[in-house]
Structures are given as C-alpha cells and as structure tokens.
C-alpha cells in the first residue's frame, strides 16, 4: 500500500534554532499533504494545508512565519519550525492525498510522525 | 463548521470480549466519508474502518465493525473479542467538502485487560 516517510522521528534542538521535517511519499504522487500538530494526550489539530506548486493554506491561529511548509514537488513537503522555542515541542504528524483536496473519499496515509523537543 | 465529539476519553475492556466506543458527528453536507484510526504508543495512526456515508450497509473488517446512524449522525466502532494489541488511543474523524482534511474528536484511550 501507499507509504509516507516521514524524517526524522525525532528531534532535539536548542531554542532559536530551525528544524526542518521532511514528509515524503514514497510510492504515489501527492498532490496535497497536510500538517498536524498534537500534544500530549490529545486530538491531532491541523496546522496547514498544502498543494503542490501553490502556497500552503495555514488554520487559524498558526503562525505562517513560524511554520513554513513547501511543497515543491509531488512527493515532497517540508515543515520548517524557525526560531523554535520550547512552547513548540510537539508531536508533528503529516499525511499526504492521493487526489486533489477536492475529491472526497481521497485517502489519506500518514507518516510516522516527528516528535520534537526544544531546549 | 464540522465537528467530531468522542464522549468516552477511556474505555475499558476485558481480553476476549466486545467493547464499543461512541462516535457523534455534525454537519450539512450530504457527502462525506467516516473514519476510525488507531494510535498505539507508536503514535503511527492506522486506519482501521472506512465508512462512505452514501452507503447503508455498514462496514467491517474482520473483528472491526461500525454502526452508523447518518440520521442520527452516529458513528460507533464495536471491536469483537478484544486483543491485547487493540490498546491504544482510537480517533474518529471526518472527511468532507472542499477542504479534504479529516476533522477528528478528541479520541478515545482503550485499555484490554488481560
């Protein structure tokens, strides 16, 4: 079946710095991916939309200068955290579409998720 | 908006038996798929049931079933003969409209009792 390899599984860095997590799909082309954040003990909450080729589309409240994602090619989107502080330490788990956004019943494969800790 | 409520944040349930986490949900549209993922401690999210919502019959798999109640906008996964591997966090989401993304609730925590 379809695979998303998400890198790394897990990250520590020091406050100030930037860390990119690479979300690739490895088997497909995906023409949208999304980006979730999760904290302890809790629900996924959708961070941004993004489309190949196009700019990501961010939910409110997620700071686009913090998290910038790219998409520029079928099978790659990036998240980079910038400036991190330790208020982002988080889970981050993105998942990737095998149609366009607007195709209902697209499904959606996940990646093994990034667990970052800031210091 | 849409929005997904999970009422049980933990359930309980002994190995070998059958347990069933409640799933409601609210919206306008008349399309949209249903969806239960699993979360072990790995925190890999599996899917585990797809429900299209145009279908009456509802899905299974294997020891896996759904009962949905589009009218009620009811959603209930019932897990038969319960396994120690079935321990994790469970999510039921949403998807639908023209922005793709599941909307999940606020998951379920399932503990199997040997």
């Known amino acids: 079946g379809a695979v998303v390899s998400q890198h790394p599984s897990w990250v520590i860095c020091k406050s100030g710095t930037s860390v990119k997590i690479e979300c690739r799909s490895l088997?497909?082309?995906?023409?949208?991916m999304f980006w979730y954040r999760q904290f302890p003990k809790q629900s996924l909450m959708l961070m941004a939309t993004s489309n190949e080729g196009s700019k990501a589309t961010y939910e409110q409240g997620v700071e686009k200068d913090k998290f910038l994602i790219n998409h520029a090619s079928l099978t790659l989107s990036t998240l980079t955290v910038t400036s991190a502080h330790p208020e982002d330490s988080s889970f981050y788990i993105c998942s990737a579409s095998t149609r366009g956004h607007q195709s209902l019943g697209s499904p959606l494969h996940f990646g093994n998720g990034t667990r970052l800790t800031v210091t | 908006a849409q929005t997904v409520t999970q009422s049980q944040p933990e359930m309980s349930v002994q190995e070998a038996e059958t347990v069933t986490l409640s799933c409601t949900y609210d919206t306008s549209e008349s399309d949209y798929y249903l969806f239960w993922y699993k979360q072990p401690p790995s925190r890999q999210m599996i899917l585990v049931i797809r429900?299209?919502?145009?279908?009456?019959q509802n899905a299974t798999e294997n020891r896996f079933s759904v009962n949905f109640q589009k009218a009620a906008k009811s959603f209930s996964l019932k897990i038969s003969d319960s396994q120690l591997g079935d321990a994790a966090m469970y999510f039921c989401?949403?998807?639908?409209?023209?922005?793709?993304?599941?909307?999940f609730g606020k998951g379920t925590k399932l503990s199997v009792k040997p």
């Open positions: 989401a949403y998807y639908g409209g023209s922005q793709g993304n599941l909307i």
């Open positions: 088997d497909f082309q995906a023409t949208t």
């Open positions: 429900q299209e919502a145009y279908k009456q």
